[in-house]
């Protein structure tokens, strides 16, 4: 394995810090207060900042909120913190022209900047009509990016698997190809107005989606002659170990390749959290092949060797050096080896199973996709996701998701069979796929609905 080499991006200035170019790959997360408490805010914002949060996110789901960012960076400021804020916004381009007037980056989504809410409707176009599709983004976009230049404001072209338009599912469907046309629609208008302050994610919780996407979104910018930073992510990978391997098995096989600027690794758990991890994956990427495990791939099984004695490292190291290879078809199995004496063999065998599932080779336990959790999230996520693990642990190889908001459910659970969906405070909504089956139900009745749910759905 060759000493790593990063690809060559440009540089984008974010506030007080710089993504791409030669600057070191970033770390991330976003905060999960209502960001009207502006106390709240701050204080997570700190927390992700001294963990080493170098860009902070939040949610501005209207107007009020992305006001209130101003409240917030300026008591940061007020407390010694200059980190660049950044706002997350979703359906309401009006949205994010006020917030590009008090943070220093925001992100949008393609797939409901301009076009309509999706219904997962099929419609068709004529190349005329869906051209003219194409001039009502760059009218309503080229705008936005004047209030940016004018500002200094970076922002984020944030496209995901399932939140797809139904203008782009209808012609590309729900594929790497839809998603990757979906974000150039948008680059091609930043290059012509030579607004060059952009980065780029484009995430998916499944990480084979996800790895092939971000790899044919860098061949069409080098085809186009581009070079946007890249933020890295599996959208929705979980929590606990699982949610560590999903996101150490995507964001690991492209920072391999030299592709990535910045990264978050999305964890339904306290924000501050996802940074220590990230950092453990920039830092073994980083080291020369020296120091990396050793691969051997016999008769279609990859053996990999370590001397770890803290379980969390190895599974971090085994499944970013196994990612790619099992995903790339190079191995069907897995075998681990370790010579530490802190970790047994059974947690060596669970973690080569979890490996094999999060690369999408074997399934041994059900899936769970859960989002991180934000300001629009009216639920305790942590808890509910015990909950609906205790219930469905049985259910092997049942994708479940459990969302935390309508932003998130149905459209970007896309690969689950069964979703749990905040709808108000208090309110699930049950989907199987992405039909909604029951609406607005008590929370108190959701998870053992959910289970009802599942289980006259595979009688049947």
Do not use: W
Request: hydrophobic share 40%.
């Amino acid at each position: 394995m060759a000493v790593y080499s990063r690809r060559k991006t440009v540089s984008v200035r974010v506030g007080t810090t710089t993504i791409g170019g030669q600057a070191p790959i970033r770390l991330q997360s976003m905060t999960t207060a209502p960001t009207m408490d502006t106390r709240s805010c701050v204080d997570q914002a700190i927390r992700i900042i001294e963990a080493g949060g170098e860009l902070v996110r939040m949610t501005a789901q209207g107007r009020r909120e992305a006001l209130n960012m101003q409240n917030i960076k300026e008591e940061l400021k007020a407390r010694g913190y200059d980190t660049p804020l950044v706002a997350d916004v979703h359906f309401n381009p009006d949205v994010a022209d006020v917030a590009a007037q008090y943070v220093d980056k925001v992100r949008i989504n393609p797939g409901n900047y301009v076009d309509p809410a999706r219904t997962f409707k099929h419609l068709e176009y004529t190349d005329a009509e869906y051209a003219r599709e194409i001039n009502r983004i760059y009218d309503r976009f080229v705008p936005f990016l004047d209030i940016c230049r004018l500002h200094g404001t970076a922002i984020r072209i944030g496209v995901n698997h399932g939140s797809l338009s139904d203008r782009i599912m209808s012609r590309y469907g729900n594929t790497p190809a839809g998603m990757v046309e979906s974000c150039m629609e948008f680059l091609r208008i930043c290059a012509e107005k030579d607004f060059m302050d952009v980065v780029i994610s484009i995430k998916a919780s499944n990480t084979v989606v996800m790895i092939q996407t971000v790899r044919l979104l860098v061949r069409e910018m080098d085809r186009e002659g581009m070079a946007f930073p890249i933020h890295l992510g599996v959208t929705e990978a979980g929590e606990g170990e699982d949610g560590r391997i999903k996101s150490a098995v995507g964001i690991g096989a492209l920072l391999a390749e030299g592709i990535g600027d910045t990264i978050r690794v999305s964890l339904s758990e306290a924000p501050e959290r996802e940074i220590p991890v990230a950092r453990k994956l920039v830092d073994y990427i980083q080291k020369s092949a020296q120091v990396r495990a050793s691969a051997v791939i016999e008769e279609g099984i990859l053996k990999l060797s370590y001397s770890e004695n803290i379980l969390e490292n190895l599974q971090l190291k085994a499944a970013m050096d196994a990612g790619a290879l099992l995903i790339d078809g190079k191995a069907r199995d897995l075998r681990l080896e370790n010579s530490g004496n802190a970790i047994s063999e059974e947690q060596l065998r669970s973690t080569e199973e979890v490996i094999l599932q999060a690369a999408r080779i074997r399934f041994s336990k059900p899936e769970y996709i859960s989002c991180p959790g934000c300001g629009r999230t009216l639920y305790n996520l942590e808890e509910t996701i015990a909950r609906v693990k205790a219930a469905t642990g049985h259910l092997k190889g049942v994708k479940i998701a459990i969302m935390g908001c309508i932003v998130n459910g149905p459209g970007e659970m896309a690969d689950a069979d069964f979703g749990y969906v905040g709808a108000g405070r208090g309110r699930i909504s049950l989907y199987r796929g992405k039909e909604c089956i029951e609406k607005n139900i008590p929370e108190e009745q959701a998870v053992e609905r959910l289970l009802r749910l599942i289980e006259n759905t595979l009688k049947n």
